[in-house]
């Protein structure tokens, strides 16, 4: 759901069985979807933005649900419960000065 957000097709992008690269998508959540990126040394600079951007998504799923119409409500009620708990994994790799990492 974060992906369609971003206008995301992950089917076409490698490493979720596609071969489109990562290094052309202009989002700040890319970080949230390239696994190379996200498990390398990559730079905190950017999870200011990753943080702004999920606050955003998160008020519009808080008023107007997932971008997914197909979504039914307890699963539009669990995701917007993750992207909360991931938010806040988010703020606190901000306030530590700690890198995420997907394993």
């Known amino acids: 759901m974060l992906a369609a957000e971003e206008g ?3 089917d076409s992008m490698q490493d979720f069985g596609g ?4 290094h052309n998508v202009d989002s700040p959540l ?3 979807f390239d696994l190379d990126y996200i498990n390398s040394e990559h730079p905190t600079s950017e999870y200011p933005a990753l943080a ?3 606050r955003i998504i998160r008020s519009r799923w808080s008023t107007y649900g997932p971008a997914d119409d197909e979504a039914s409500p307890s699963m539009t009620i669990d995701q917007l419960e993750a ?3 991931l938010l806040s994994v988010v703020e606190l790799c901000l306030s530590r000065g700690e890198r995420l990492r997907v394993c």
Not at 19 to 22: E, F, G, I, P, T
């Open 52 to 54: 702004d951007r999920l």
């Open 83 to 85: 992207l909360s708990k």
């Open 8 to 10: 995301l097709d992950l």
């Open 30 to 32: 890319r970080l949230m």
């Open 19 to 22: 071969s489109r690269s990562w």
